[in-house]
């Protein structure tokens, strides 16, 4: 029993560090998704701010383009003046050609007339003058012709030029919209995958409060394999308990494997004292408490409050019960057997009764925790009586004893605190008792 016991202690100790340590898993989760969280925040920052710059560059590239078709029209304005400074020019030049040409013909003219004169060939020099009239018409024409070609080719290439400069804009305005259409896709890629990695890590997270309620559960599980019945020795004794088996009510073997003949025997466990420990304790161990307080801590169904009322003369015995319905049982108890004058019972967790554990002369405690709290909740309660019951000289009667209690929760007695006192287990007190059971009760002084 005790080695099934300690095991079972052992392995409860294990489960709740793993349980701390997946507990201290899940927080460092948490913290990690909040810095990732930071990370997609400031991703976010950066995208904005990529955004900002792109449009700025935008912004830049149509001021350049601006700035590029004005150079462009000052460009063609300039040709304009040059090409129309050139047939100035030109024009001039003709003009002076032409003079020059009209002044060599009047010239020409008047020597041929003079010769025509003297030689009488006026007529043929006519038609000689006539001719290069014409020839020097022809050139101007084809003269003329050529600037007109010139100019056309300019205005062409004028053209030319800006439509390229539109392809050429259209083109970067294209480049730009791609580049922003891309950021656009990456960044709600980007987004989309932080997203999925946060889904990720909330589905993750739940499953591990899946798998740490599971392992909660199958150490609960752990804790029942093998099956306990319950059964308070003050309420039936072995002679009683053996009867209900016999009778089908109880039984003493469960079944391991159904359909087979294997069987093992049942534990059975007592969350009180039976009336042979009662007459043990208060007949054997504990002096003569008369104008003394006893407190019971968790005092169920209030078998020491009835025990001390019976074989002690404590002026009170009061009985401290967190379970609401144990007290209600225990107060009808009380008034149906008119104990009240000597007995109470207070409904509160030990852990607030302060002034209560400081007046007490004897507290008992009987496996009060171990079946009924988690150890961390164990730890505090037995701190909080270490710290209170302090009255030097009174008793503290312990099942199992202090070492136990406290070993199990690897929890130090306090030096200088209580000591054990001897008790005589060498009783005989009926057949009904069992001396091991009666090795469990210790006895402590407070120091
Ligand atoms: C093993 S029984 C004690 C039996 C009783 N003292 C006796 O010897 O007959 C433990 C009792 O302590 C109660 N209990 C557990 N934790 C408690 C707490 N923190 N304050 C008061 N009672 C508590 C439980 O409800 C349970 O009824």
């Not at 003009?95 to 020409?108: K, R």
Request: net charge positive; glycine share 2%; aromatic share 6%.
């Amino acid at each position: 029993m005790m080695m099934v016991m300690m095991m079972t202690k052992m392995m409860t100790k294990m489960m709740m560090m793993m349980m701390k340590v997946m507990m201290k898993v899940m927080v460092m989760m948490m913290v990690m998704m909040k810095m990732m969280m930071m990370v997609v925040m400031m991703k976010v920052m950066m995208m904005v701010m990529m955004m900002m710059m792109v449009m700025m560059m935008m912004m830049m590239m149509k001021v350049m383009m601006i700035v590029m078709m004005m150079m462009v029209m000052m460009m063609k304005v300039m040709m304009i003046v040059m090409m129309m400074m050139m047939m100035v020019m030109m024009m001039k030049v003709m003009m002076i050609v032409m003079m020059m040409m009209m002044v060599m013909m009047m010239v020409m003219m008047v020597m041929m007339m003079t010769k025509m004169m003297t030689k009488m060939m006026m007529m043929k020099v006519m038609m000689k003058v006539m001719m290069m009239v014409m020839v020097m018409m022809k050139m101007m024409m084809v003269m003329m012709m050529k600037v007109m070609m010139m100019m056309m080719t300019m205005v062409m290439m004028m053209m030319m030029m800006k439509v390229m400069m539109i392809v050429m804009m259209m083109m970067v305005m294209m480049m730009v919209m791609m580049m922003m259409m891309m950021m656009m896709v990456m960044m709600m890629m980007m987004m989309m995958m932080k997203l999925m990695m946060m889904v990720m890590m909330m589905v993750m997270m739940k499953m591990m409060t899946k798998m740490m309620m599971m392992m909660k559960v199958l150490f609960q599980i752990q804790q029942c394999s093998r099956p306990t019945l319950h059964v308070d020795s003050f309420l039936y004794d072995e002679d009683q308990v053996d009867s209900l088996c016999e009778n089908g009510t109880l039984s003493r073997t469960f079944c391991l494997n159904c359909g087979s003949q294997r069987t093992a025997a049942l534990d059975f466990v007592s969350h009180s004292f039976s009336i042979s420990e009662l007459r043990f304790l208060f007949q054997n161990i504990l002096p003569d408490l008369s104008g003394r307080t006893l407190v019971d801590v968790g005092s169920r169904l209030g078998a020491v409050l009835y025990g001390g009322y019976v074989y002690s003369s404590a002026s009170r015995l009061l009985g401290l019960e967190i379970s609401e319905e144990f007290v209600q049982l225990q107060n009808e108890m009380l008034q149906k057997y008119r104990l009240t004058d000597r007995v109470q019972v207070v409904h509160a967790d030990v852990c607030t009764q302060e002034v209560l554990l400081q007046n007490a002369d004897v507290l008992i405690m009987n496996n009060v925790f171990e079946y009924f709290m988690e150890p961390s909740e164990q730890m505090r309660a037995w701190r909080f009586i270490i710290q209170t019951f302090r009255k030097s000289g009174s008793l503290l009667v312990s099942v199992p004893s202090l070492q136990e209690s406290l070993g199990a929760l690897q929890e130090a007695l306090l030096p200088g605190w209580v000591e054990e006192l001897p008790v005589d287990y060498n009783v005989y007190l009926g057949r009904d008792s069992d001396p091991d059971s009666l090795r469990q009760i210790h006895l402590y002084r407070v120091m």
